[in-house]
């Protein structure tokens, strides 16, 4: 589960690590008002609050040549200006794509003056199941574009999980950051701030981009918290933080329906049961040359009705041309499937070619049911196979 900024850095002061002053606003003159609460400052900044990165860089659709989400105003008719520029209009980044995202929320900060830019993340290092901080001197650039250009730049520095964050492991990430004496003293506290909060609110990542130093002090610019939705039942203030309005409309529904469902890029849809399957579909797909539009895992125990939202939720993206479902039977039944596919199939009106390859606990059932619904499913006899097809059908149906 994402956050908003203005939410992450709450959360980060909670825990004792430093952030400029800010407010957050829901509407222009919520924002004039925050501005005016911050007192007579030099300089303000005017943030658009939305789930995706790169804000200032990005552009709003009804002026795409203007300025971008984040804006630094001196004045508080400025602040005003920049809120109404902002506010209900859709914000365009490299991570929104080209539907942008309306902004629907403001965060009206302190400009502090920077000395300099750093980047700072803790993330779980799966390679070596430990919680691990990395850092860069290259701050305010994206983490992938510094591991491109500057690999040595970035240092990485993993805690033990046992111990917990040391003193010796905060001054490693200082290290790696190349500070001073004066800032690396002033820099152990944050870090083991940061550690702390990232473990005991079941964090999957903490993203400070750019860390900042004023002086000797240290203080997170910018914030971005994701957390691990499975541990949310032990957090429910941090779930109450949740924006659905932010959120994919199928994927909520796929949430609420307990299926596991991510919008691509591509033109075939896919229904699998299992994660290692459905990156396995997703995988062959590809080799093909075709493109997944989607990863639905219907899991282990879904029912018919299950299965019937799957399908709908699939063919609710207009750009799927095509549909592959592809079902090992373990614990989930084919004929189960088979049930839900031919009800979704019937009642949305398909339009477009579905290759079905089922195998495993009632196989034969499944084949039957398929077999005799009416509908023109495209059995096949295995992943290879299952491909091999939906990406042929696919293209014909492009071509028609």
Excluded at 195 to 215: C, F, H, Q, R, W
Excluded at 275 to 289: F, N, R, V, W
Excluded at 308 to 331: C, H, M, P, R
Excluded at 389 to 398: D, G, M, P, S
């Amino acid at each position: 589960m994402n956050i908003h900024e203005y939410q992450a850095k709450e959360l980060l002061e909670k825990y004792g690590v430093a952030v400029p002053k800010g407010i957050p606003a829901m509407s222009v003159g919520e924002a004039v008002q925050a501005a005016k609460d911050l007192g007579d400052i030099p300089l303000y900044v005017v943030k658009a609050q939305i789930h995706a990165g790169g804000r200032g860089a990005g552009h709003f659709t009804d002026n795409p040549s203007g300025k971008g989400g984040v804006r630094l105003c001196k004045t508080i008719d400025e602040v005003k200006d920049a809120a109404e520029a902002m506010m209900g209009k859709v914000l365009v980044t490299k991570q929104t794509g080209p539907e942008g995202k309306e902004v629907q929320r403001l965060y009206v900060t302190d400009g502090v003056d920077i000395d300099k830019e750093y980047y700072c993340s803790v993330v779980l290092d799966r390679g070596t199941s430990k919680v691990t901080f990395m850092v860069s001197t290259e701050g305010g650039m994206e983490i992938e574009e510094v591991a491109h250009e500057n690999p040595d730049a970035i240092v990485r520095v993993a805690i033990d999980p046992v111990a917990g964050m040391t003193d010796e492991d905060a001054k490693a990430v200082a290290a790696g950051l190349k500070f001073d004496a004066a800032k690396t003293e002033k820099a152990i506290p944050f870090f083991k701030n940061l550690y702390k909060m990232y473990i005991e609110l079941d964090a999957s990542i903490v993203e400070i981009n750019p860390l900042i130093t004023v002086g000797d002090d240290v203080m997170a610019l910018d914030a971005k918290i994701n957390f691990d939705p499975n541990a949310l039942y032990r957090h429910a203030d941090v779930a109450a933080l949740r924006d659905e309005t932010e959120e994919d409309e199928n994927e909520k529904i796929a949430a609420d329906n307990e299926l596991s469902y991510v919008r691509l890029d591509g033109n075939i849809g896919c229904m699998v049961n299992g994660a290692g399957l459905a990156m396995s579909t997703m995988d062959i797909i590809k080799l093909k040359g075709g493109e997944p539009a989607n990863f639905l895992d219907v899991g282990g125990g879904a029912t018919a009705a299950r299965v019937t939202t799957a399908f709908k939720i699939i063919l609710s993206d207009e750009n799927v041309k095509g549909i592959l479902v592809n079902i090992f039977g373990g614990i989930m039944k084919c004929d189960v499937i088979a049930e839900g596919v031919i009800a979704a199939a019937k009642e949305v009106n398909l339009s477009v070619p579905l290759v079905v390859r089922l195998e495993g606990t009632n196989v034969e059932k499944g084949k039957e049911l398929m077999a005799n619904s009416g509908l023109p499913i495209i059995a096949a006899d295995d992943l290879e196979d299952a491909a091999t097809k939906v990406v042929q059908a696919t293209r014909e149906a492009l071509a028609a």
